[in-house]
């Protein structure tokens, strides 16, 4: 048997970064601690959800990967602890900004980035003013534990993503997330539809799912997203193995049996039945034939 335990953190954060990171690390190595071998924390948890609002000042938060602060400190927090650590983070690169993703192993290695390939831009949510389109295409990660695909949170409402990951070879998928309510609607709950999407991945893959969300409210200038958490990992048929509640500072874990998991692939023959070449619609925004 190949055994992990993934672990998914939901935490809140503020305007001091370091206070951030510093409250990240010691989730990570309690996570650590209680098990955890792949450790997700959410997306962008360095400051606060910053995309709220259209101001240039929050450039400053972003960073070049080389020499990276933060991620050369995880990456001293992975070797450490021996865990792998998908790690989101603002990306600088030249001229252009990315939401992006260090893969770090449980080396201290840096396996490499993933940038986030579907970028959002409703009200509250305006990251199209911040980050550009991924261009990295989508990425699966032989890591010390298990090959892992991640999206970052608006990939994971697009099956697309949830299936590239998989025939590359995923064993698993990982979406770190900042989500919450609505601010042009704040009646409306997605937290369900957020779930059963991912879900959805994980059952029409037959791999689990990791999703970790933030908490807490956080106020900008016009709007304000109170984040709901409900972060969870779900088995290879969509069923909850493990949930977090909507406001507490949360440590959800699961032990997996990745062998286990590709026999179920295996005799579940989706993958088999697949008939690529009459899914050429796929590729077009608009369902008509090139």
Partial sequence: MRNVVVAAIQMSCSTETEENIENAEKLIREAASRGGQ???????????????????????LAHEVENHPMLNSMSSLAKELNVVLPISFFEKANKVYFNSLMVIDADGSQLGVYRKT????????????????????????????????????????????????????????FYPTAIGSEPSNPQEDTSFHWQMCMRGHAASNVMPVIAANRIGTEKGKMTEISFYGKSFIA????????????????????????????????????????????????????????
């Fill in 38 to 60: 792949i450790i997700l924390i959410q997306e962008l948890f360095e400051n606060i959800y910053f995309c709220q609002d259209i101001d240039d000042d929050y450039f400053e």
């Fill in 118 to 173: 579907h970028i959002p831009d409703n009200p509250g949510y305006y990251e199209k003013y911040y980050f550009s389109p991924g261009n990295t295409g989508f990425k699966v990660w032989d890591t010390k534990y298990a090959k892992i695909g991640i999206g970052i949170c608006w990939d994971q409402w697009f099956p697309e993503s949830a299936r590239c990951m998989a025939l590359m070879g995923a064993e698993m998928l």
């Fill in 235 to 290: 088995g290879n048929q969509g069923n909850i193995i493990a949930e977090a509640d909507l406001r507490e500072e949360t440590i959800i874990l699961a032990e997996l049996d990745l062998d286990q998991l590709e026999r179920e692939r295996q005799e579940s023959v989706l993958f088999r039945d697949r008939r690529p070449e009459h899914y050429k619609t796929i590729l077009t925004l608009d369902g008509r034939s090139k």
